[in-house]
């Protein structure tokens, strides 16, 4: 018996109900909590059997322990947006409860990514006898996974690692984002950065770029960014000289996303508009499509795999651990497109790992710190196989 609280009824929270509310040997009482009720409404009536709703705020601490309390639940999958991490943190705390998210902390006036905060909480979890799981989507949270299973059964030494990640979806409108809009666009215009010998080094956002032959996709452009996962993997993986994270992005993307910087549509400070303090980029998606409407259109798929470089046995190897989803079968099966899909399952899976106790300890966890066998066998039964191309250790992968 299990009781699983979900908090945010967005892309990722439909894919994260339809995939708990399917699998009720762990996930046997579930509650969808969302700040717009209509939303996990919706949900709620599409899933299989029944699962409970409720209107929250999950700003609000101490509705968020209420609510907790009332369910009686064992877990949160948290959800909704970066900027209730803590707040939602602390309510885990103060109610008795485990805790997972799938994106880090971030303060709504800087865009900056670190775990800092919550690697701060690491004591009073510890105390409490309780865990909280970090970033279980799929980056974050799959390609810690591949990491760790590498390290695990892969390497004996890993030296360089790439995070690739590639979207070749089509959704036919001219400029969209496939997660939500405020979150993608200040992580794509922030300074790309990568860790080397024990050092963080600085670039230009978007200024960096090299070709991939994606498997099932083929050639596209991927350009270095930072991505959260680089903070704890340059700290977990053992002997690693380099580590960096690439995205793919269309020409018609970058050239939109330009003109919406040059004119300021991208900025996080207020302006006044009209009497009125206004955020831009707050704006922006109340104009942009609805990431959750992309599911229906959205036509390809989405390749995302961590390239590594490292010893076996005395010998240079160099594989790509990879997945490939098909953004038209994730809308079929629940009705999302493959980025919340991506993101949805492995929180599901980790979830799982948390309540069957495979992984549960007390304390808070980035994904490569546990077992990586029980989830990876798990993506292989939930829908997110996983595949490992060997390539020749001398060969140019990524080309200028
Ligand atoms: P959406 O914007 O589609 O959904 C967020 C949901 O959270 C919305 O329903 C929103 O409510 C709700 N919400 C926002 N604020 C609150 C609040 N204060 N209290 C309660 N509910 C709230 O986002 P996505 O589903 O695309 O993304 C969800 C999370 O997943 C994000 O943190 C994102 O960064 C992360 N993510 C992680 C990835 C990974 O691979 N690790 C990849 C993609 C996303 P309302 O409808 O009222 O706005």
Redesign the pocket.
């Known amino acids: 018996m299990s009781r699983v609280l979900i ?7 439909r894919v994260v109900a339809h995939k708990c509310a399917a699998l009720r040997e762990v996930f046997t009482d579930i509650c969808l ?4 009720l209509s ?1 996990a409404q919706q949900i709620a009536s599409e899933v299989k059997g029944e699962i409970e709703i409720a209107q ?4 609000r601490v101490s509705d968020t322990v209420a609510l907790i309390r009332s369910f009686n639940a064992d877990l949160v999958i948290h ?6 991490d803590l707040a939602i943190m602390d309510a885990c705390l103060e109610a008795g409860v485990d805790y997972l998210d ?2 880090n902390y971030e303060p709504p006036d800087q865009a900056r990514f670190e775990y800092r905060w919550q690697w701060d909480y690491q004591q009073r979890f510890q105390s409490a006898g309780l865990m909280a799981l970090l ?1 279980s ?5 799959v390609t810690n996974v591949f990491c760790a299973y590498a390290q695990k059964h892969l390497f004996d030494e890993i030296h360089e690692v790439d995070i690739l990640d590639c979207n070749a979806g089509d959704h036919g409108h001219p400029f969209a984002t496939n ?2 809009p405020e ?1 993608n666009i200040r992580e794509v215009t922030a300074p790309g950065r990568y860790w080397e010998q024990g050092q963080w080094k600085q670039t230009e956002p978007l200024s960096v770029s090299r070709e991939f032959d994606f498997p099932e996709v083929g050639l596209r452009r991927a350009y270095l960014m930072y991505h959260e996962e680089l903070e704890s993997l340059s700290l977990h993986l053992k002997g690693l000289k380099r580590i960096r994270f690439w995205m793919t992005f269309g020409e018609a993307y970058l050239n939109h996303l330009k003109v919406l910087e040059n004119v300021g549509m991208t900025g996080i400070e207020p302006v006044s508009f009209q009497g009125q303090e206004i955020i831009p980029l707050q704006f922006l998606k109340v104009l942009l499509p609805d ?2 409407s992309l599911g229906p259109r959205t036509q390809g798929q989405t390749c995302i795999g961590c390239l590594i470089h490292g010893v076996k046995e005395g010998k240079p190897r160099r594989i790509f651990l990879y997945n490939v989803c098909d953004h038209q079968s994730c809308y079929q099966e629940v009705k999302s497109q493959a ?2 899909y ?2 949805g399952v492995p929180a599901m899976i980790g979830a799982k790992q948390i309540l069957t106790g495979q992984w549960r300890q007390p304390g808070v966890f980035n994904m490569e710190q546990c077992d990586p066998d029980p989830f990876m066998n798990d993506l292989n039964h939930f829908g997110l196989p996983w595949q490992i191309k060997e390539f020749g250790a001398d060969e140019e992968l990524l080309q200028h």
């Open positions: 908090i945010g009824a967005g892309g990722v929270g909590a969302s700040r717009t939303k929250l705020d999950a700003d959800v909704a947006l970066p900027y209730q799938t994106a970033g989507g799929f980056d974050p949270g997660f939500n979150i990431p959750a980025v919340s991506t993101t």
